[in-house]
C-alpha cells in the first residue's frame, strides 16, 4: 500500500509541475508586456528587466498553485480510473479514503509551502520589486548609462551622452556630452570622470578635469573653456518617490492586529485585517482543490463511456469556491461579517468530502463483508 500511495504521489507531483510551469511561463509573457516600455523608454537591460517581472511571479504561483494540483490530481485519478486501475484496487479492498491519501497529503504539503510563500516569499519579493522599480527610476548612472555607448536622454536626442566606464565606487570615467538643446548654441563637454547625483529639481551629472567647447550657430563663433568641476542638468523630472509598501508587505501579526493600529483608517484597518485571513484561508485552498478532485472519481463507478458528468461536478465546484473566496475577499473589506462566508467556503468542501469518502468506505465494506458471508 505504501508503494501505491508513493506511485500515485510521485505521478501527481510531476502533472502539478509541468501544469503549473505552463500557466506561470504564460502569465509570466503577459505581465512582461507591460514592462517592455521600460527598456526602451529608462534604459533597463534584460537582465533587470527578467528579475523585475520574476519578482511578480510569487503573489500568481499562490492562485494557481491549488489550480495546478487540482488538474493534476483530476488527471492522474480519471486516468487510474479508465484504466480500471482503481476498479481493481477497490475490488482488493482498498477503501477510498487510503486511494485518497496520496491527494490529501500532496494538498497538504503545498498547503504549508504557500504559507510560506504568502508570509515570507511574497513580502520579500515586493520589497524587492519596490527597491528595483526605484533604482529604475532614478538610479540612471549604472541602468540607464551603458559602457561604452551613447545614450539620448531626451526623446528628441538634443541631448547624449558618452561614458567609458563605471567605477566601483559610484563615479563614471572617460564622458562626454553632446547638448543641442538650445537651438542657438551647441556644445560638447567631455571630462575625466564624473558623479551622477539626484537633486530636487531632478539628476545632474558633476564632472571633474575637462574641457567645454561651445559654437554659436547664429555668428559662427568658437569657445573651449577648461574647468576642474562643472555640472550638467540632464532636463529630466525630480527623484521620484519610492512606492509605498503595499498591503502584501506587512507581517502576518501586523495585518491581524491592525483592529487595534489607531494609526490606520477603519477602511484600511479592514483591509489589513481581511489580507491576514486571506493568508489563512488561501493556502488551505490547495488542499479543497485536492480533495474535491480525487472525491468525485473515487466514489463514483467505472463507466466505459466516461466520467464526463464527475469531471464537470469537480470542475464546476472548483470555479465555485474561487468565485466565492474572490467575491468574499472583497466584500469583506467593506464589512467584516463576509469572513464567516470566506472560512464557510472553505471548511464545508472539506467536511463534504471527508464524509462523501468516509461513507464510501462504510459502504464498500460492508458490501466486501456481505459478500464473503454469501460465500461462506
Known sequence: MKKLNLYIAKQIIIGFLLVSLSLMSIIWLSQSLRFLDMISSDGITIGVFIEMTSLLMPRIYTILAPISLFAAILFVYNRMLADQEL?????????????????????????????????????????????????????????MFREGEF?????????????????????????????????????????????????????????????????????????????????????????????????????????????????????????????????????????????????GLLISNFNRRGQSKTLFISLGSVVLIQAIDLITGNLAAKNLYWLSIMYANIILPLTICFILLKKTTILQSFKKHKKERVYA
Open 87 to 143: 476498479v481493481v484496487m477497490k475490488s482488493a479492498g482498498i477503501s477510498p479514503l487510503q486511494l485518497a491519501k496520496p491527494a490529501f497529503w500532496s494538498g497538504f504539503f503545498l498547503l504549508f509551502f504557500n504559507v510560506w510563500v504568502m508570509n515570507v516569499g511574497i513580502p520579500k519579493a515586493e520589497n524587492t520589486f519596490n527597491d528595483l522599480e526605484w533604482k529604475v527610476k532614478n538610479n540612471i548612472s549604472h541602468l
Open 151 to 295: 545614450t539620448n536622454i531626451q526623446k528628441q536626442k538634443q541631448l547624449t551622452i558618452f561614458i567609458a566606464k563605471h567605477e566601483d565606487d559610484g563615479s563614471v570615467s572617460g564622458i562626454m556630452i553632446n547638448d543641442e538643446r538650445n537651438p542657438i548654441r551647441h556644445s560638447t563637454t567631455t571630462a575625466e570622470k564624473g558623479i551622477i547625483i539626484q537633486t530636487a529639481t531632478g539628476p545632474r551629472i558633476v564632472l571633474i578635469n575637462g574641457t567645454r567647447q561651445e559654437i554659436n550657430r547664429k555668428n559662427g563663433q568658437f569657445s573651449s573653456v577648461s574647468f576642474e568641476r562643472y555640472s550638467v542638468d540632464f532636463g529630466l523630472k525630480g527623484t521620484r518617490a519610492r512606492r509605498k509598501d503595499s498591503v502584501r508587505v506587512r507581517s502576518f501579526h501586523d495585518l491581524i492586529d491592525s483592529l487595534n493600529d489607531a494609526s490606520l483608517s477603519k477602511a484600511e484597518q479592514r483591509k489589513w485585517f481581511v489580507e491576514g485571513n486571506k493568508r489563512i484561508t488561501t493556502p488551505l485552498l490547495a488542499l479543497v482543490y485536492s480533495l474535491i478532485a480525487c472525491t
